[in-house]
């Protein structure tokens, strides 16, 4: 019980006293590192992720808020690496006859630990755990009327095959 408690308040506090400084472009910079291009590879890639929740990242401090919980308008997005392309699945209230998946290239560049789709920084992965069968990862989750980027923080863990083809099943319409 007391090792269940002390990993519990581990977890907590790897959470709350994560603190990232921002880049010019206003996105957290990580100081836990990601994998190398050769384990991204090895352990990403031909798998499916599953988006488990996602903690908004307030003045580069990971908080307790599951960004979603409240969101209205659109769902987290659980991903496929495919060997050069990024599948998305998701659903949005905007185009109400989905769920939908999208598909872009996509390169994974070391020096940042970030993917980046079309040229775009879709995410960087922070390994703080070390696991095979989970990571996380933090997002641009939108942009507020101001123009200031909201960040998250989002755990995502590795699907089943089974997972993945019922992903793939339930979300046929291409967006």
Known sequence: MTRILTMILAGICLLSCTKFDIDDEQWPISKYGGPSEE???????DRGWRSDITYT?????VTNENYYSTHIGGSSSDYYFGENELTSFFTSDAYPDGPFYHTQSYEY????????????????????????????????LGVKSDGTKVFGLTKYR????????????????KL
């Open 39 to 45: 384990a991204f590879q090895k352990f990403y890639v």
């Open 109 to 140: 560049k070391e020096e940042d630990c970030s993917i980046y789709a079309d040229g775009r920084k879709v995410m960087t992965i922070v390994d703080m755990n070390n696991k095979r069968d989970s990571f996380e990862a933090i997002e641009q």
């Open 158 to 173: 590795l699907m089943t095959e089974e997972e993945l083809a019922r992903t793939r099943e339930s979300h046929k319409k």
């Open 57 to 61: 990242i307030k003045d580069g401090r």
